[in-house]
């Protein structure tokens, strides 16, 4: 499937311009630590017991003081000489004295009575959060509407063929990717996706492979290199960004894809084709034995050899 049609931009049906701004709002590898612990590559222990023990050692030595410590450190002499004269421990005598101190007058265990005026004016009514109401498309609140990118009025009189051609062509002219796929086949995908939503693909450099972490979510596909993640974790920057618009499935049978390069990515528009092209191939397109390395990669981690992924790749030259 192409992905990249070149045709001049069609003004007249393209509108707003401006780029999606989803890269550098969205954080969506927050979520892969906790759940893909066991890829040892790059996750990161959940508890440091160094760091845990010297923190516990730092508190024991910049503890304050208590009460009698204090008194005990300022009265010492004084105490012994005290408490020698009525034949008791510093302990005993300190025990002594604070039992009996007398009580402040007014003071009491139980709370004070509340006042007139604290009762006359009822407590405030807490606001429970209201989250965002979903969108229809299913994509997050801060990505573009269809309908900021391309005049859904006149699209709709358009048949599938002819909107494909204005999709891809009006992307080329932003030096974006994109692409447009069947309906059921993007059904295919997103079932997958959301049984299986992370996999590692392995881009060919000059110098020989580097590995990429995908991971699916709401409509969207986010790309970093797994050097990235190891490096920042939760923080990692997407690279790549593909969003999927479902507003043409059920009347034109079409899903349109767009493919957002993130600021200072080391991606070209080829190499971000190249990282799609894998994503179907291994979650749709491919044979059983290489559709299968998604299924093996969630649910058998120790058994899987990350050397099968390169060689898929390579069968395709």
């Not at 709709?156 to 069947?182: F, Q």
């Not at 995908?214 to 969207?220: A, D, G, M, N, V």
């Not at 291994?282 to 058998?300: A, D, I, N």
Request: glycine share 6%.
């Amino acid at each position: 499937m192409r992905l990249v049609f070149k045709y001049p931009r069609p003004a007249a049906l393209c509108a707003r311009l401006a780029p999606q701004n989803g890269t550098a709002r969205a954080r969506p590898f927050a979520s892969l630590a906790p759940d893909f612990g066991f890829v040892p590559a790059f996750t990161s222990p959940q508890t440091n017991p160094i760091k845990s023990l010297f923190d516990g050692l730092v508190s024991a030595v910049v503890q304050e003081p208590t009460t009698e410590q204090s008194i005990k450190k300022k009265y010492e002499e004084k105490l012994k000489k005290a408490a020698q004269s009525e034949g008791l421990s510093v302990e005993e005598l300190i025990r002594k004295r604070k039992a009996q101190s007398p009580t402040p007058s007014g003071s009491s265990s139980s709370q004070p009575p509340s006042s007139p005026e604290s009762n006359s004016t009822p407590p405030q009514k807490r606001t429970k959060f209201q989250p965002a109401p979903e969108r229809k498309d299913g994509l997050p609140s801060h990505v573009k509407k269809l309908d900021e990118i391309m005049n859904i009025d006149k699209i709709m009189v358009e048949d599938a063929d002819r909107i494909t051609t204005l999709w891809n062509a009006y992307h080329s002219a932003k030096s974006n990717i994109s692409g447009v796929m069947p309906a059921q086949f993007y059904k295919d995908l997103s079932t997958r996706a959301k049984q299986y939503p992370m996999f590692i693909l392995p881009l060919p450099r000059s110098e020989g492979y580097e590995f990429y972490l995908l991971q699916h979510t709401h409509h969207q596909t986010f790309f970093t290199p797994l050097l990235e993640y190891k490096t920042h974790l939760s923080n990692a920057r997407p690279h790549l960004i593909l969003t999927h618009y479902i507003d043409l499935a059920s009347s034109k049978d079409i899903v349109l894809m767009s493919g957002d390069i993130g600021e200072g990515a080391n991606l070209t528009n080829g190499e971000a084709q190249n990282l799609c092209y894998q994503m179907q191939m291994f979650y749709v397109t491919g044979e059983e034995s290489v559709r299968g390395l998604v299924r093996e990669f969630h649910e058998k981690p120790g058994e899987f050899e990350y050397g099968r992924l390169i060689e898929a790749v390579e069968s395709l030259k």
